[in-house]
């Protein structure tokens, strides 16, 4: 699973991640984001469902260019001792 740290949420509720980072963790088989010590966990078959918002955004450094797309924080409320046990 890719692991991404995010340090803003968009109106407390919202968090960006990009396009290419969203291809990333298909292909790695799930996505875990981190923002102030909580993370969420989001799962192949959750991945397929998102979808980019807006315009292309060119890259100002000559990366990548890409879109952003929006999830609504969700943080895991697990027992950290117990792990992904009760997901599978």
Known sequence: MLRLKKTKLFKGTVV??????L???KRMGGLILEHGGETMTLYPF?????KPTGNLIKSK???QDYWLIDIEWN???LDHNQ??????
């Open 23 to 25: 291809d990333q963790a």
């Open 16 to 21: 960006s991640i990009r396009s290419y980072e």
């Open 46 to 50: 959750e991945l397929i469902q998102l």
């Open 61 to 63: 450094t000559g990366g």
């Open 83 to 88: 792990g992904d046990l009760f997901n599978e």
């Open 75 to 77: 943080p895991n409320n």
